[in-house]
């Protein structure tokens, strides 16, 4: 099974803020997202910035796409530089398949369906049949401060879109201590935000989950 990756969500208000944050980081990471409050707040800078500055990382588009897929996916991924952007599971199947049509024209694009709140199996298989491979499972940041926590009901379900064929990364709110609750499952990327942007040492709390991730996953 191989090593999950570990992906800093930049979720920051200032551009500034977020490219500290990568500083400090960048060497730590496999992958760099510019998160939907940033790409919110900067704009297309926010990615632009991110490729311009770290030309081998992975980028991703977290702007959760709901409609334009084709269209959003050419300026995200073919104008700003990203590799891979994110659509969210409640768009129509047609904005995943125009979405990731216009992705594949470059090297390294792809898409990733955006797990939050209500979704099926059943539309998880039809993103499936039209190419879709990967799938962020996603707790959502509202959820968590009303008390959600991370439970079989989760890992039984990511352990079920990963036995669909989908590469899944997990997010939203994730602590060191939580990645044990999802070994034997072949994560693609732990996603973490404020617990890396926001610790005392980021680069040591950076490696923490690293270490963390080796030890179930080596
Ligand atoms: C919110 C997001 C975040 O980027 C993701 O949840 C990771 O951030 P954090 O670890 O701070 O929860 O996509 O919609």
Not at 28 to 44: K, Q
Not at 126 to 143: M, N, P, S, T
Not at 172 to 184: A, Q, R
Not at 196 to 213: G, N, V
Request: with cysteine; hydrophobic share 50%.
């Amino acid at each position: 099974m191989a090593i999950p990756l570990l992906q800093l969500a930049l979720d920051n208000t200032s551009l500034a803020e977020a490219l500290e944050s990568t500083r400090v980081l960048a060497s730590e990471l496999d992958v760099i997202e510019a998160g939907t409050v940033l790409c919110v707040t900067a704009g297309n800078q926010a990615v632009k910035a991110l490729r311009a500055l770290y030309p081998d990382k992975i980028i991703v588009a977290d702007i959760k796409v709901a409609d334009a897929g084709a269209l959003l996916a050419k300026v995200m991924i073919g104008e700003c530089g990203a590799d891979w952007m994110t659509v969210i599971c409640s768009a129509p199947v047609p904005t995943f398949e125009t979405a990731l049509k216009e992705a594949k024209k470059y090297p390294r694009g792809d898409i990733q369906a955006e797990l939050f709140g209500n979704w099926t199996f059943e539309e998880a298989a039809e993103w499936k049949k039209v190419g879709i491979k990967q799938a962020i499972y996603h707790r959502g940041r509202d959820a968590q401060a009303a008390g959600q926590t991370w439970g079989q009901v989760d890992i039984d379900k990511i352990a079920k879109l990963a036995e669909m064929g989908f590469e899944v990364s997990v997010t939203g709110g994730l602590e060191v201590e939580d990645l044990k609750l999802f070994k034997g499952i072949p994560v693609k990327a732990f996603i973490a935000g404020r617990n890396l942007r926001d610790a005392a040492d980021p680069a040591a709390a950076a490696r923490a989950f690293k270490d963390e991730i080796r030890k179930w996953w080596s």
